[in-house]
Structure formats: structure tokens, C-alpha cells
């Protein structure tokens, strides 16, 4: 393994070591060069208070407290420490105790997870919703309960991996297309003809923050009658006049056929929901296995997030100071001549290219001057496309986005030109 760095988590997937309780032999040896092991010091840092804009992290870099600017949480909204919310969330602890102790089905349904369902169908505009513990369970129990062996998943090229997984578990053939383009899916539905098949897409997507291209989408959907598996995780509550999402953005929540979200982003939570016609969601729970055999979500949690949704939905304050940040913040990042894609979102990718020794590089210093921005490497990123992520929130300040930026100039836009920073 001269080329060490050349190597990425991509390369050890496979793995014949005839231990199977060890991993591929060079493996660990790839994982243990200093270089290799500096690049992983950014993963799992330690959060010492509530994901707020002004936090506490024990730096990985070298073990101290660090105050910081956190630009990386999926708190968009800051309902995750919402004081009304932590309110409903303590009052539904005490009422039922921390976990729902049992499965839906059995003894893990509380009249708060009832609540929260009716609403969250009510929300979305379909006749029913289940809720799952997890968001990537979610995913994976919504596709398995609906799709059977022999049946076509057609997803685009950038969906998420609880979407792959869940086309995996429910033994289906999976094809996909090239991102965002409609003539590349109509190839894969004209190829699927025949079989029973459903198109999975996103509304916002996670690495680039761009929106899928939905009128042109559900126009060829609709051609072939293929229903739409829609994951609003990163847009729900934001987007559209209600904050329904990307769907009602577009004016096209009746081409929907499945709606699906996450409660660890915007609602500040943890857990999934997928919304659709009675029928189907009688049917999932018969059949989606993280639901039905898996513990209910926690009361604390549902009370929370109950909370969140009225929070959220009251008025459109909330959703109007994200759009306010994400267009300062853009501004200011585009100013640097940063490359930051096709973002139409509150997530604004910073592209630096091929170096993954810059990226890391970047992402040290910025953490010493107080900036908790992550950075993003290949294989979740392509190689020649290695970012930053901005999560934008409501609850940034314009001095704390001014600080933030002018650290981004300080490392990455000086950096990028070689002007302050050796590499
Ligand atoms: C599009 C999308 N779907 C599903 C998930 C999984 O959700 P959770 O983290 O709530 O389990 C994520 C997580 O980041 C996501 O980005």
C-alpha cells in the first residue's frame, strides 16, 4: 500500500479474510496511518450542550473544550432546543416515562403517537401516516412493506442510502437514473415496462442542497403510471407557503403517491413518517417490519415533536428568518467567488475540489478559530468534488454569520488561492 492516500472506505467493502470477525488485512493498516487517522479526527467530536448556533464541542483535534459556531446541525429551525418544545417533551416524560416499552402493535401506542400520526397526515394532505423510531428505518420499512420481489425501484442517482437499503431489503431490482434528469428516467421506466414499479426521489438533496426537478419529474411519471416515493427529510417545514415541503413548493402534492420525511431535521427530533392512502398504510402495518417489530418512538420525543409541528405551522416566522440567513449567507459565500453548486436550499455545499489534504487541512483550522463546519469526503462526495456542508438555521444571528464568514474567507477562500494557509 505505497499510495496509501489513495485509498478510501470505498476500496474495503469486500472483504475474504477467512475471520469473519476481522476485517479486510490491510484494513486496519490503512486506517492506522497518521494521515489516514487525521482525516478521521473530524468524525464522532463530542457535542457538549444542545445543537444551538453557540456550542461546545471536545475538539477531536486535541481533546480541548472549544466553544463554537455550529453551521453542521440539521436544527434548521431550532426547534431541536425550542422552549416550548423541551416544555412538551419534559411534560410528556413525566407523564409517560422514557420509552414507549413495547411494539406498536402490541403495547408502544400511546394516545401521543395517535396525535402526532393524525396530524402528520393532516400536515401532508393524506388520508393516514406511520411513524417510525428512525428516519433511515422509516425509509427502509416504507419500501419493504410496499415493494415485493420482482418489482422495479427506480431512484435517482443521489438518494439516500436508506432509500438503496430499503430497495435491498425488500428484494427488488433497482435501477437508477442520472440525477434530476427526466429523459434518463423515462429510459429506465421504458426499460421496467411490464413490472410493478415506484420512483423514489428527494426533495432537497442532502450533499448539494439543489430541489428536484418535479413538474418535469411527475410529468413523466405520470406517462408511465408510476407512482412517486417522495423523501422531504431536508424540506419539509421549510418549503412550500404551509411549509409542506418541495411538493407544495411546486403546487404537485396530488402526484404524490407516497410522502415521506425525517423528524431529526427540521422538527428537531429523531424518527421517520410516511404519509399516504389509507389502504397502503393498513397494509404497511402488516407487512413494514421496522414498524411493526420494532419499539414504538419514544413519548418524550412524540410530545416534542407534536410541539414542533404546531411550533413550525402557527405562522411563518421560523421559515422566514431561515430563507433570510440562507440568502446572507449565500451572498457572502458567493462574494469569496466560493464554489457552492446548484444549492437552491438552506444547505449550502462549499466545493473545493480533488484535495482531500485541504479539505482536512481547512477543516482544522476552521475549528480553531470556532467554526464547527464539517467537511465531506469522497466516497460520500464525489472525489473531484470534496465540500464543506453549511446547514443553515433560523437561529443564526447577523453577527454570528458574520463571524462565520469571515473565518470561510480567512481559510477557504484565501487558502483556495494559496494566499494564507500552507498546504
Ligand atoms: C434524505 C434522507 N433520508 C433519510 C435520512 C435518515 O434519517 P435519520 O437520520 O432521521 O434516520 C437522512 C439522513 O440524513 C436523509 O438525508
Known amino acids: 500500500m505505497s499510495d496509501i492516500l489513495n485509498y478510501s472506505l470505498a476500496d474495503f467493502f469486500y472483504n475474504d479474510n477467512p475471520d469473519i470477525l476481522s476485517p479486510p488485512d490491510d484494513f486496519m493498516q490503512w486506517i492506522n496511518h497518521p494521515r489516514v487517522k487525521h482525516s478521521f479526527t473530524f468524525f464522532e467530536q463530542q457535542l457538549l450542550a444542545a445543537p444551538r448556533i453557540s456550542t461546545e464541542i471536545l475538539s477531536n483535534i486535541d481533546n480541548k473544550k472549544r466553544k463554537i459556531i455550529n453551521l453542521t446541525s440539521y436544527n434548521y429551525l431550532g426547534l431541536s432546543s425550542h422552549p416550548e418544545v423541551i416544555q412538551a417533551a419534559k411534560e410528556a416524560l413525566d407523564k ?25 397526515a393532516e400536515f401532508k394532505q393524506k388520508e393516514d401516516c406511520l411513524i417510525y423510531s428512525s428516519g433511515f428505518g422509516g425509509n427502509l420499512g416504507a419500501i419493504q412493506g410496499i415493494m415485493r420481489k420482482g418489482d422495479v425501484l427506480i431512484l435517482d442517482e443521489k438518494c439516500h442510502k436508506s432509500l438503496v437499503d430499503g430497495g435491498t431489503l425488500a428484494q427488488v431490482k433497482m435501477r437508477f437514473f442520472e440525477h434530476n434528469k427526466p429523459e434518463s428516467l423515462a429510459s429506465m421506466l421504458e426499460k421496467s415496462k ?52 418541495v411538493a407544495e413548493h411546486f403546487g404537485l402534492e396530488g402526484k404524490i403517491g407516497v410522502s415521506f420525511g425525517t423528524f431529526s431535521k427540521s422538527f428537531g427530533g429523531v424518527g421517520g413518517f410516511v404519509c399516504a392512502n389509507a389502504e ?33 405551522t402557527r405562522d411563518s416566522t421560523l421559515r422566514d428568518r431561515l ?6 449567507l449565500k451572498k457572502g459565500i458567493q462574494a469569496m467567488n466560493l464554489d457552492i453548486g446548484e444549492t437552491e436550499s438552506q ?26 463546519l464539517q467537511p465531506v469526503d469522497f466516497p460520500a462526495v464525489p472525489a473531484n468534488a470534496r465540500r464543506f456542508r453549511i446547514s443553515v438555521s433560523a437561529q443564526l444571528t447577523r453577527e454570528e454569520m458574520d463571524r462565520s464568514l469571515n473565518i470561510i474567507e480567512d481559510v477557504i477562500a484565501r487558502g483556495l488561492k494559496g494566499e494564507a494557509l500552507e498546504i
Not at 442532502?206 to 431536508?234: F, N, T
Not at 430563507?323 to 446572507?328: C, D, G, I, P, R
Open 96 to 120: 409517560y416515562g422514557l420509552g414507549a416499552s413495547g411494539a406498536p402493535l402490541l403495547s408502544g401506542t400511546y394516545d401521543l403517537h395517535v396525535k402526532l400520526t393524525r396530524m402528520m
Open 194 to 245: 411490464g413490472a410493478r414499479t415506484m420512483v423514489a426521489i428527494e426533495g432537497v438533496y442532502s450533499m448539494d442542497g439543489d430541489l428536484v426537478k418535479l413538474p418535469e419529474i411527475a410529468e413523466v411519471c405520470e406517462q408511465y403510471r408510476a407512482p412517486i416515493y417522495i423523501d422531504e427529510a431536508h424540506s419539509t417545514l421549510m418549503f412550500g407557503e404551509n411549509g409542506r415541503g
Open 280 to 312: 397502503i398504510i393498513r397494509y404497511l402495518k402488516g407487512y413494514s417490519s421496522p414498524w411493526n417489530f420494532s419499539c414504538a418512538p419514544s413519548p418524550p420525543v412524540v410530545g416534542g415533536l407534536i410541539k414542533a409541528l404546531e411550533v413550525a
Open 323 to 328: 430563507w433570510e440567513n440562507t440568502a446572507y
Open 347 to 372: 444547505i449550502i455545499p462549499i466545493i473545493i475540489g480533488s484535495s482531500g489534504e485541504k479539505l482536512m487541512h481547512f477543516a482544522a483550522e476552521i475549528q480553531k478559530r470556532g467554526l464547527f
